[in-house]
């Protein structure tokens, strides 16, 4: 199939390359010279492992490229695919100028019968709107379909080659089985549905996940206050397959560019219906609070006083393997040190460009190694589960603070890791690891 994608962000992108390794003939569009140029001397302007590799291949054989040309790409295109952005506005809604920008420069672009499907997570209506608009503008047959994305990132490759199943909203049955045909390579599991269902469908599994993630923190709150271990907790309700391993681990909350944005956003298509998705709400409100959970319990270790403490936080982008820092726990709680006089030393293995460009430089000393980060510290905060934080020798670590502290906001480590070091250490839902300051903790009597 010959195949534009207009976009070159991470949906686009990866699914652009994985489409070409399919054996597709595939033309990538982006508007942005620099993103451009670097696609075309060969680089990728994101950080996401294998992609490189796949698009150098990809390109060699002939099966890939990269343009600004997006007229000259529709021309040739069976199917296009918009995957350009949708940003939150204030309100928490999706912003669809970029969709409807690309749906009419599309429309003006049509040559010949077309598949246009929107890979963007759009609102309810969306692909409705597009495809009005590009009726409104030309003549040239079209159908349009809605193909929602849910890869992860830091596993996209695989998300895409190897997913849970493929969800295609579609009014024309014949433009369905076309766009399945092109994903039956990679499942079973092809779902065709009509355009609102896909679209919604999208937001509700993104809800459900952070849902999920909510839940488990909270039970960890309440595991540290009744004194149970989140993470059993968690592996004997995974063990109910209604229930599921997957999304329960118990942490800082959730970040990135999906979570944050879609359970806002539907929040709001909920109340353009005039429906308070009440349990959505709880969820966000939840999840912007545990980020707290690090925070206090330094107030608590600290007697409440962090003005003048050297805090070393490991970790900046809102997962391991992505170099992404958008709505990261991290860029709250270092705000919220350095506003109260705490002296922060960062360091993530390869996201503090990113977060440096968001966050300011606001005094934090941005440090090149996770051992030079904690020297001299009075605080050890772990925001961010790379694996090579887990790997960390607490004993070596531990000589290179001012004090032993340590909160591990992922629960990276485990109980054999800190017994037999001087670390006050605290992680999340788990007290009976706590070690330091145990008769600090105030747990629940009975
Ligand atoms: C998510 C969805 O998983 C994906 O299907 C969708 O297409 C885009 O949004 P992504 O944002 O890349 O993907 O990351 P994901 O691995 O889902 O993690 C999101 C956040 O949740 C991270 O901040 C992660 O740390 C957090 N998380 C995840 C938890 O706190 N606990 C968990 O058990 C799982």
């Known amino acids: 199939m010959n195949i534009a994608v207009i976009g070159t962000g991470y949906v686009g992108l990866v699914s652009g390359i994985c489409y070409a390794e399919l054996g597709n003939s595939v033309v990538c569009v982006d508007k ?40 000259a790409a529709v021309h040739g295109a069976d199917l296009v695919i918009i995957a350009v952005g949708t940003p939150p506005l204030p309100s928490g809604e999706a912003d669809l100028r970029y969709i409807e920008a690309a749906a009419a420069e599309i429309a003006d672009a049509l040559r010949g019968y077309t598949i246009v499907a929107v890979k963007s997570t759009v609102p309810v209506g969306t692909n409705e709107r597009v495809r009005d608009l590009i009726r409104s503008r030309t003549d040239e047959p079209f159908d349009s379909v809605s193909l929602p994305e849910f890869l992860r990132e830091g596993s996209a490759i695989r998300d895409t080659l190897e997913p849970d199943r493929v969800v295609i909203g579609a009014e024309s049955r014949e433009a369905a089985n076309k766009v399945a045909e092109l994903h039956k390579p990679l499942t079973d599991r092809i779902m065709i549905t009509d355009l609102r269902s896909a679209e919604l469908l999208k937001y509700a599994s993104n809800a459900f996940l952070a849902t999920k993630i909510s839940l488990i923190n909270e039970i960890a709150n309440i595991c540290e206050k009744v004194g149970a271990d989140v993470t059993q907790v968690a592996e004997g309700m995974g063990y109910d397959k209604r229930i599921g391993p997957a999304f329960l681990q118990a942490g800082i909350g959730y970040g990135g560019s999906c979570f944050p944005k879609d359970t806002r956003a539907l929040i709001q298509i909920a109340g353009h219906v005039e429906y308070d998705f009440k349990l959505l709400r709880s969820v966000v409100e939840v999840n912007r609070e545990q980020r707290f959970n690090v925070v206090r319990k330094l107030e608590m270790i600290f007697g409440g006083e962090l003005r003048g403490k050297t805090i070393a936080v490991w970790g900046l982008s809102f997962k391991p393997n992505t170099d992404d820092v958008r709505e990261s726990p991290a860029l709250e709680i270092m705000r919220h040190l350095t506003d109260v006089g705490a002296k922060v030393r960062a360091y993530d293995p390869i996201a503090t460009p990113n977060f440096r460009s968001l966050f300011g430089d606001r005094g934090v000393a941005w440090c090149e190694g996770a051992l030079e980060a904690a020297t001299g510290a009075d605080a050890l905060c772990l925001l961010t589960e790379w694996e090579e934080f887990a790997k960390a020798d607490l004993p070596e670590l531990q000589g290179v603070m001012g004090r032993p502290i340590l909160i591990d906001g992922r629960n990276v480590f485990r109980e054999e890791d800190v017994a037999g070091t001087d670390f006050v250490y605290y992680s999340i839902g788990r007290p009976s690891l706590n070690q330091g300051v145990r008769e600090k903790v105030p747990l629940l009597q009975y």
């Open 32 to 71: 942005d010279p620099f993103k451009l140029a670097t696609l075309q001397s060969g680089g990728i302007p994101i950080y996401e492992p294998g992609l490189q590799e796949l698009s150098t291949k990809n390109v060699a054989a002939g099966r890939l490229s990269y343009t600004g040309d997006l007229r």
